[in-house]
């Protein structure tokens, strides 16, 4: 009865640094999603996959990559860490009908310093 | 123009009261409409979906769609300390070929003992 499980929890950073988030689903979902939440901003999208192979930007796309490795998986990089990107990650899963209840896994946070 | 638009609070009602929260969205063809609850460093969870113009109610929530309007709101009855959280507007929107969901900031609620 996983969902959608996101690893690691917490991380700190050191600026320049990479690191990879990983997040995996196991209820057969098309669609996924990176979301960062910061205080007073929401929940803004980084990345999402609407099916396996594919990709787009969100709101807030710079200075991250996405990998839809297969249906199950989609992992967000950080290539070259940078103190704007402390925040709170959160991976999601949805359907792909109509009916696109969003399932989050319990986030990850992370410190750039 | 935000996509989902949400008043941040806080929104204090006591104990007993109706909490309601009201969001409002950009898209006219915006056809699946959600809110999530969110408690301070959780995850959120979906508590309601609404798809029709009208009322849904699902125990002591109500959920209100008004499509010509683009307004959806959440009534809360009989509020409970326990329902202090963020809540959180998510509206299911068409970007680029796909859907996509977009959340609002989020409203916080302080129910009073």
């Known amino acids: 009865n996983a969902g959608v499980t996101q690893t690691p929890k917490f991380q700190v950073l050191k600026t320049g640094q990479s690191m990879t988030l990983q997040c995996a689903q196991d209820m057969n979902h098309n669609s996924m999603y990176w979301y960062r939440q910061d205080p007073g901003m929401g929940l803004r999208l980084i990345y999402y996959s609407a099916s396996e192979g594919t990709t787009d930007k969100g709101e807030v796309p710079n200075g991250y990559n996405v990998s839809r490795l297969n249906k199950r998986e989609f992992s967000l990089r950080l290539e070259s860490a940078a103190p704007s990107q402390t925040s709170v990650y959160f991976c999601a899963s949805s359907e792909a009908s109509r009916d696109r209840k969003a399932f989050f896994g319990q986030g990850t946070r992370l410190t750039v310093v | 123009q935000k996509e989902v638009e949400q008043n941040s609070g806080p929104l204090s009602v006591p104990e007993g009261a109706i909490a309601s929260l009201n969001c409002t969205y950009s898209?006219?063809?915006?056809?699946?409409f959600f809110w999530y609850r969110q408690y301070s460093g959780k995850s959120p969870e979906l508590i309601m979906s609404i798809y029709s113009n009208g009322d849904k109610e699902d125990g002591r929530f109500t959920a209100q769609l008004n499509k010509a309007s683009q307004y959806v709101s959440l009534l809360i009855r009989d509020s409970q300390p326990s329902d202090s959280a963020t809540y959180l507007c998510a509206v299911n929107m068409r970007s680029g070929g796909y859907q996509k969901v977009t959340f609002g900031t989020g409203t916080k609620l302080q129910v009073i003992p």
């Open positions: 898209d006219r063809g915006s056809q699946s």
